[in-house]
């Protein structure tokens, strides 16, 4: 079964990652609608949050990212959504600076590194 965050969790494709642990990844939406538009995944295949056995550390995980954000981006709060129907794999989407939402781009390679660099995680 091909799916592209399976192979960004193998690092058989690149991303900007923010956080990794031994069970999760965040990284940086390759298609982002705000500034620093992050995905959170488990490293492991499952079709929906809600399959995953330890799908509370997942949200703690993104509240952790989150206040993260919030104190690097001097921002209120960042959304967030439960998606699932474009990648095939479980996955919690964080949007920061929701008052800057813009049209879905390809993340620039050069701003992708920057943002990376300002919002990464020590980890
Ligand atoms: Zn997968």
């Known amino acids: 079964m091909s799916c ?4 960004i969790t193998s690092k058989k494709l690149h991303a900007h990652i923010i956080y990794e642990d031994d069970t999760f990844i965040a990284f940086l939406d390759k298609f982002p609608k705000t500034h620093g538009h992050t995905l959170v995944i488990p490293k492991n295949h ?6 995953e ?10 509240n952790k990212i989150i ?16 998606w699932g129907n474009q990648v095939h794999h479980a996955h919690i989407q964080i949007l ?14 050069n701003e992708a ?7 990464s995680l020590k980890y």
Do not use: E, G
């Open 4 to 7: 592209v965050f399976c192979d």
């Open 113 to 119: 590194l920057a943002i990376q660099k300002q919002l």
């Open 67 to 82: 206040q993260h954000y919030k104190k690097v981006l001097d921002i209120p709060t960042c959304y967030q959504t439960v």
């Open 53 to 62: 056995p330890f799908v509370t550390d997942h949200f703690a995980l993104v």
């Open 46 to 51: 499952y079709r929906w949050v809600w399959d």
């Open 96 to 109: 920061p600076t929701v008052d800057k939402l813009h049209p879905p781009s390809t993340l620039d390679p």
